[in-house]
Antibody, heavy 121, light 106 residues
Framework: EIQLQESGPGLVKPSQSLSLTCSVT?????????WSWIRKFPGNKMEWMGY???????NYNPSLKIRISITRDTSKNQFFLQLNSVTTEDTATYYC??????????????WGQGVMVTVSS | DTVLTQSPALAVSPGERVTISCRAS??????MHWYQQKPGQQPKLLIY???NLESGVPARFSGSGSGTDFTLTIDPVEADDTATYFC?????????FGSGTKLEIK
């Protein structure tokens, strides 16, 4: 069974960087699919942040392009999110998810449980 | 970006039929997908490509629509369907989500 699990600090200070890890079990991230980060803000708005492909290429939401970096460690079957220069508006629950292509386009078929990150001094 | 608009909340009784709508600010063809999120849980894929039922999802759930107007139908509704339902489009870049419809079962 494919499982994704986010981890990382729950509190980040403004202007610092937010760093999260997604550990994947049950599937090797280099075997196929793309691997995404999504966040859900208080009030339910959800935002796709970006993905890293199985070959290591990346694609980011233009709204975050200057602040975001998604990388991976294939030896640990993990991928990572770094978001720089955070503000209180980056307070959200962060999810990692598998992005797949099916009839109708790209969709997220496996999700982690999510990790809540608060940006506060 | 493509904006997806959903009604914020609905309340229905068990056994009834409920339709949840999602309207896109521009055409997304059939690139629309639906997710269910229960409190404290991660989202779960229900419908992909506007009308295709994800494996393992009860046939009580169905989707329809194309272009800009989409509907998720639950018939009949059960108490366990209490959740927030999100639409997501993948036709236009970047991928975007609706703001969610919170479904309450009376």
């Amino acid at each position: 069974e494919i499982q994704l699990q986010e981890s990382g600090p729950g509190l980040v200070k403004p202007s610092q960087s937010l760093s999260l890890t997604c550990s994947v079990t049950g599937y090797t991230i280099t075997s196929g699919y793309d691997w995404s980060w999504i966040r859900k803000f208080p009030g339910n708005k959800m935002e796709w942040m970006g993905y890293i492909s199985n070959s290591g290429s990346t694609n980011y939401n233009p709204s975050l392009k200057i602040r975001i970096s998604i990388t991976r460690d294939t030896s640990k079957n993990q991928f990572f999110l770094q978001l720089n220069s955070v503000t209180t508006e980056d307070t959200a629950t962060y999810y990692c998810a598998r992005l797949t292509f099916n009839y109708g386009g790209f969709l997220f078929d496996y999700w982690g449980q999510g990790v809540m990150v608060t940006v506060s001094s | 970006d493509t904006v997806l608009t959903q009604s914020p909340a609905l309340a229905v009784s068990p056994g009834e039929r409920v339709t949840i709508s999602c309207r896109a600010s521009e055409s997304v063809s059939t690139g629309m997908h639906w997710y269910q999120q229960k409190p404290g849980q991660q989202p779960k894929l229900l419908i992909y490509g506007a009308s295709n039922l994800e494996s393992g999802v009860p046939a009580r759930f169905s989707g329809s629509g194309s272009g800009t107007d989409f509907t998720l139908t639950i018939d009949p509704v059960e108490a366990d369907d209490t959740a927030t339902y999100f639409c997501q489009q993948s036709w236009n870049d970047p991928f975007t989500f609706g703001s969610g419809t919170k479904l309450e079962i009376k």
